[in-house]
């Protein structure tokens, strides 16, 4: 089963950043719209960010939108999710997401998922 690869989490301080990366096994993964989710304890995967394949075009959640900034580099096959201004309530696993078609907020439309990675920001 095709997967999604995330790295980059971490342990942070409030107003701290971070940079997520995500790596697509094949150069097929480049014209995929991809997404960031996140998921905290005792509650559902939420939508994060979204990008398209080509030509790029973006969109966030309200609540992340002007401190995360989603990007990808399609000659390294990698998805990233730039944070920064980071508070206490962006503490969640994060998983990265790719579908053929899809673009949108609802997790269910991604085909493709990675593991998660853990980010955690401390008072």
């Known amino acids: 089963q095709v997967q999604l690869v995330e790295s980059g989490g971490g342990l942070v301080q409030i107003g701290g950043s971070l940079r997520l990366s995500c790596t697509a096994p094949?150069?097929?993964?480049?014209?995929?719209?991809m997404g960031w989710f996140r998921q905290a304890p005792g509650k559902e995967r939420e939508f994060v960010a979204a990008i398209r394949g080509s030509p790029d075009s973006t969109y966030y959640a309200d609540s992340v939108k002007g401190r995360f900034t989603i990007s990808r580099d399609n000659a390294k096959n990698t998805m990233y999710l730039q944070m920064s201004n980071l508070k206490t309530e962006d503490t969640a696993v994060y998983y990265c997401?790719?579908?053929?078609?899809?673009?949108?907020?609802?997790?269910?439309?991604?085909?493709?998922w990675g593991q998660g990675t853990q980010v955690t920001v401390s008072s």
């Open positions: 997401a790719a579908d053929k078609t899809y673009y949108g907020v609802g997790p269910r439309g991604y085909a493709y």
């Open positions: 094949t150069r097929t993964f480049s014209i995929y719209p």
